[in-house]
């Protein structure tokens, strides 16, 4: 029987739980505030992102919008003329013309690309007027260079002389084949260390970032893959494909063979996964896995690689092949650059 004593006991120490002081349970749950921010953030595709990721951090640390920052970290890549496989020194297609793919999303949705543009150094800007200046998403070709100068853009010869040189070599078979990282090639007997992805050679940047708001953008741009035919579009200028963002769930990108990614829609869902409760490198395990699972002895030979974030700063990266590398840059390490799971 529960009798007045053990009431009286019983009561003391529920009035000496309630009497615990409110620092400790303080240290036990930590306020919401107390917690570390984990944005503003950019994280971008290869380990030139590292450059391209400290021009957007100049915008986010700032308090700058997420749309600057991807902008202009894209801008870095774009004008390096080292860089064969982004803007300006890209290489050519098989005809040795330069044209040059790009697409940005903001966080309410708002999007633009630039299909087959040549002679624009800075085609995410480009991007950009047509999400901003025009009803439509896409513009291509001549018609998206005429926009171009009647912006104000300027004109300018994007083959430089290295690039031409590389196509002039692979002129001498002119056998075009579409081969995963096909310029690697050129380099194997006497640069054998221009491997994919590092400072010699790599391929299309994808550049994702979250404001001190919170909001998210991302932009992709590339000169595609390397002595494709001409008019060839990959996945880097397509919304759902390239690049994705729902600013209520996070945002998603691609690199490598685009047409694989395209019949995957493969940044859309990778984002729809997140929706769904994945983590960033889970979702973009599972969008690797479809385009394996649906083609087997296609995957063996192409690379594929996707990067993700979700709205709480969260963020994963997963490839078909091995040597895909990522860079973060936030607050606390604005140069780290990660290498990305893969399948094989």
Known sequence: ??????????????????????????????????????????????DFGIAANADAWKVLSTGGRALDAVEQGVWVPEADENNQ???????????GHVTLDACIMDELGNCGAVLALEHIKHPISVARKVMEKTPH?????DGALQFAL???FKKENLLTPASEKAWKEWLKTAQYAPVMNVENKLYQKAA????????????TIGMLAIDAKGNISGACTTS????????????SPIIGAGLYVDNEVGGATSTGVGEEVVRNVGSFLVVEL????????????????RIIKKKPETAKNIQVGFLAINK??????????KGFSYAVCNAEKQDLLINGKSYY
């Open 274 to 289: 997140m929706r769904q409760g994945y983590a960033p490198e889970a979702a973009c395990k599972e969008a690797v896995m």
């Open 150 to 152: 009647e912006q104000g």
């Open 224 to 235: 595609g893959m390397a002595y494709k035919l001409h008019g060839r579009i990959g996945d």
């Open 137 to 141: 998403v896409m513009l291509a070709g």
């Open 312 to 321: 709480k700063g969260e963020y994963g990266a997963y490839a078909i092949q």
């Open 192 to 203: 054998p260390q221009k491997l994919p992805g590092n400072q010699y050679n790599h391929d």
């Open 1 to 46: 029987m529960f009798n007045r004593r053990k009431f009286i006991k019983a009561s003391a120490l529920s009035a000496g739980l309630l009497a615990i002081d409110k620092s400790s349970i303080a240290n036990v749950i930590p306020h919401e505030e107390t917690k570390a921010k984990k944005f503003p953030i950019v994280i971008s595709t290869w």
């Open 85 to 95: 496989s982004v803007g300006y020194g890209g290489l050519p297609d098989r005809d």
